[in-house]
Each structure stands twice: as structure tokens, then as C-alpha cells.
């Protein structure tokens, strides 16, 4: 079964910066889309970023011009660079790989200190 394997969330200063990286294993297979998520304590999970197979990319409105998505397709690897954070950043990042089903990360922490 496909196992997503994050890191790189942490403890950064307000303007700082951070990147998450998630790569999934046990599968010989590329993913299709691959996206991260974030969710805030009482507020539900929210779309990120996303990018699909063929390299296009989506933002929250929130997030545009400050977090930058990528990937590595060989590596079945998704990143995500986040500049200029800011408190309000602060939650649990999941990162989602699609295959036949979506699969979940565990999570990672983002907390942004003011």
C-alpha cells in the first residue's frame, strides 16, 4: 500500500521561510496529481497548492506569490517552498498523492511565530 512520507515542517519566525517535502513509497508507481493541504485548529482542512502530472500548478489565493509547488517526478517527490510566512500559516500540512484513491501523509506541523 502507498505510504506518503512527509518532512520539513518545524518552527519558523514570521517572514521566514520553510519547505516541506513528501515523497511516496512502496509503489513502484508515479502518482497523478499530487497536492498539499493544511488544517488549522477548529477550522477545516483547506487546499493548498497543487500540481498535476503534467506540471500545472494551483494556490489558494491565499498563499500565491508567496509558496511555490514542485515536484520530482522520478522521485515521486512533491515540494513545497513557503516564503514570507506569516501566523496564519500555522497548521498540520498534509500532503495527498492520487493513484486509484488519494492517499494521506501523516502530517507535519507548520508553526509561524509572530
Known amino acids: 500500500q502507498v505510504q506518503l512520507v512527509e518532512s520539513g515542517g518545524g518552527l519558523v519566525q514570521a517572514g521566514g521561510s520553510l519547505r516541506l517535502v513528501c515523497t511516496a513509497t512502496?509503489?513502484?508507481?508515479?502518482?497523478?496529481?499530487m497536492a498539499w493541504y493544511r488544517q488549522a485548529p477548529g477550522k477545516q482542512r483547506e487546499l493548498v497548492a497543487s500540481?498535476?502530472?503534467?506540471?500545472?500548478?494551483n494556490y489558494a489565493d491565499s498563499v500565491k506569490g508567496r509558496f511555490t509547488i514542485s515536484r520530482d517526478a522520478a522521485k515521486k517527490t512533491v515540494y513545497l517552498q513557503m516564503n514570507s510566512l506569516k501566523p496564519e500559516d500555522t497548521a498540520v500540512y498534509y500532503c495527498?498523492?492520487?493513484?486509484?484513491?488519494?492517499?494521506w501523509g501523516q502530517g507535519t506541523q507548520v508553526t509561524v511565530a509572530s
Open positions: 512502496k509503489t513502484i508507481f508515479r502518482p497523478d496529481a
Open positions: 495527498a498523492a492520487d493513484y486509484t484513491i488519494r492517499n
Open positions: 500540481i498535476t502530472s503534467g506540471g500545472t500548478t
